[in-house]
């Protein structure tokens, strides 16, 4: 019989092999409400995967993912979404040709009626929370600029954003402040803080002093195994971890 927790993430014994490589092995995670977790790790670890699996991209050869005490392997990706499951790649994905202001408005979910129709909010209540949103992203002062025109950090912001706007209360991102200036890694730090003032979020990252500024607490990941975990000092003086990963 399975328990219910507190914990809004719940991962058990979850593994993926591909072609008898496991990727993922065994891992176990939990994520507590209000908490930012990072992961590192070396390259190759399988926390890309990891993510991918937690929001429905991969699919598990074995193990459990339980989100809010909801089993999620059982769901497709987009249903996970509807949970509330966020997850940022990489690559942003907005649309470069709408304004900042049109690329929020058009992520705001469209409700659905109880005879399946769509349900569209009444513009006022849209409205306010993209103005919300564009607050706690920084860019309220660039609602009509087209998103093309946006600094590489803003569009990441942006991207961040539409995410928000489907008030997740779980969101992960890959590796945020690739490619950021040093202000704008200083400005995600604190937007990621003022994020997981009412929600989860798991950030993987690799710059040392980014993870120190944010984390709560730190997952190091290796061959697709957790390698240690817990506060920031404890996780850099493991030897482990120095061995396989700091040190080099
Ligand atoms: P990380 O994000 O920690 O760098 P990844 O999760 O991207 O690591 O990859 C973990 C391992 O799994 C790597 O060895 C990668 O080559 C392998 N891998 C990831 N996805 C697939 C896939 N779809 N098919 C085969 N191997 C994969
Ligand atoms: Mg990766």
Redesign the pocket.
């Known amino acids: 019989m399975s328990s219910s927790t507190d914990f809004v993430l719940a991962i058990e014994d979850l593994t993926v092999s591909?072609?008898g490589?496991k990727?993922i092995d065994s891992l176990n995670l939990y994520v507590d409400k209000n908490e930012l977790r990072v992961i590192i790790?070396?390259?190759?670890?399988?926390?890309?995967?990891?993510l991918?699996m937690i929001c429905g991209r991969?699919r598990e050869t074995a193990g459990s993912i339980k989100f809010k005490n909801e089993e999620m392997t059982v769901l497709p990706e987009y249903a996970r979404v509807r949970k509330g499951i966020g997850r940022k790649f990489q690559t942003p994905s907005i649309y470069e040709n709408l304004s900042v202001f049109q690329n929020l408005e058009v992520s705001y979910p469209k409700g659905r009626s109880v005879f399946g129709a769509l349900v569209f909010k009444c513009d006022d209540e849209v409205k306010d929370k993209v103005n919300s949103v564009a607050q706690e992203i920084g860019l309220a002062e660039t609602l009509n600029t087209e998103a093309g025109l946006l600094s590489h950090g803003q569009k990441q912001w942006l991207e961040i954003g539409m995410l928000l706007m489907q008030e997740p209360e779980l969101l992960m991102l890959?590796e945020p402040i690739a490619g950021m200036s040093v202000r704008e890694r200083e400005l995600t730090a604190e937007l990621l803080k003022r994020i997981s003032n009412n929600r989860s979020v798991i950030v993987?990252e690799h710059d040392m002093e980014f993870v120190k500024k944010i984390a709560h607490k730190v997952t190091v990941?290796h061959q697709?195994k957790i390698l240690a975990e817990g506060s920031m000092d404890k996780v850099q003086s493991d030897p482990t971890v120095i061995e396989v990963y700091l040190g080099h």
């Open positions: 591909f072609d490589f990727a790790g070396p390259n190759g670890a399988g926390k890309t995967t990891l991918d991969t890959d993987i990941m697709g």
